[in-house]
């Protein structure tokens, strides 16, 4: 299934844990799917690459449930998609 649009929001940072934490939507042809990521890394992380790396959750999350956990669909990113800053 194609990604076609990825949206992060409700961004929020802990000092205390170093955790960063937001909700990732993601739009395919026939669903929104919204998950909560959260991420061990320092505060002072590179936004780019900490956008990266919330992608990186989601779609780990999304390739757990059975739809694509089976092996019956594939996920990819639509390759016109830019990742901005969270």
């Not at 991420?39 to 449930?65: C, I, T």
Request: with cysteine.
């Amino acid at each position: 299934m194609l990604i076609t649009n990825i949206e992060i929001s409700r961004y929020s940072y802990c000092a205390n844990t170093s955790r960063h934490s937001a909700s990732v939507c993601l739009t395919l042809a026939d669903r929104i799917v919204t998950l909560f990521c959260s991420l061990d890394l320092p505060g002072e992380a590179n936004p780019v690459a900490r956008a990266q790396a919330f992608v990186g959750d989601a779609l780990r999350q999304m390739r757990r449930m059975p739809e694509f956990r089976s092996g019956k669909q594939e996920l990819r990113i639509d390759e016109g998609l830019a990742l901005g800053a969270a």
